[in-house]
């Protein structure tokens, strides 16, 4: 398996325009994370899945932040209208709810740019 | 929720000396405590990951500690190499048997000093 498979690695965009990031999991893993990565707050969790459905987004931001699963293997997260804070490395993680390991298993990561 | 406190921020070793990382959370149902190294540039990867049935665990020249009555566990590293320079992650969680949402500190740039 390649692993969890994140488009695109990089994106740099003017603020207000729309953004969309993807993620594809890992064959066979059936939960799904979204974290952002910044220097001052670290890696936060925004939003997981579980089977495709949203179990937990209390760390979006705010409403122009919006994480969809439209199958067991993929997902995309959306900020419309972008903002220059929302600049950070965006990255989706996949694991199998179904073993005692608990493992994340990281994607390369979207680092994001609002200008 | 989960609060992770880690610390330190930075922490600079000389190569072949032990480095050692605390973290602290303060959710008593958090029972999986696993630990994250990233590269520059590169993704996190678990290095190594420790169960709250159990007080210590060893993997070469990594171990990890935990002490559930004061919330608190750690991260060593014996015989650091210069390949282990890295930002390391404590993570806690309440994993009922797969990777409900850790809770990540805010990662320890680990410099190894040749």
């Known amino acids: 398996d390649a692993g969890v498979i994140q488009s695109p690695r990089h994106e740099v965009t003017e603020m207000g325009q729309e953004v969309t990031l993807r993620c594809k999991l890992i064959s066979g893993h059936n939960s799904l994370f979204w974290y952002r990565q910044t220097m001052m707050r670290g890696l936060e969790l925004l939003i997981y899945?579980?089977?495709?459905?949203?179990?937990?987004d209390s760390g979006m931001p705010e409403d122009r932040f919006s994480a969809k699963m439209p199958n067991a293997s993929f997902s995309t997260l959306k900020i419309q209208p972008s903002e220059p804070r929302d600049s950070a490395v965006y990255f989706c993680?996949?694991?199998?709810?179904?073993?005692?390991?608990?493992?994340?298993?990281f994607g390369e990561g979207s680092r994001l740019t609002v200008l | 929720g989960e609060n992770v406190e880690q610390h330190p921020s930075t922490l600079s070793v000389q190569e072949g000396d032990s480095a050692v990382i605390k973290c602290t959370y303060s959710?008593?149902?958090?029972?999986?405590f696993p630990w994250y190294k990233q590269e520059l540039g590169k993704r996190p990867q678990l290095i190594i990951d420790?169960?709250?049935?159990?007080g210590e665990k060893k993997d070469q020249r990594i171990a990890v500690t935990l002490n559930k009555t004061a919330k608190h566990f750690s991260l060593h590293i014996t015989e650091t190499q210069p390949e282990d320079s890295a930002v390391y992650f404590c993570a806690a969680g309440d994993s009922g048997g797969g990777a409900d949402g850790l809770t990540f500190g805010k990662g320890t740039h680990l410099i190894i000093q040749p």
């Open positions: 959710d008593s149902a958090s029972n999986y």
């Open positions: 420790i169960r709250s049935n159990v």
């Open positions: 899945f579980n089977n495709n459905v949203p179990i937990d």
């Open positions: 993680a996949s694991s199998f709810a179904g073993t005692n390991t608990g493992e994340l298993f």
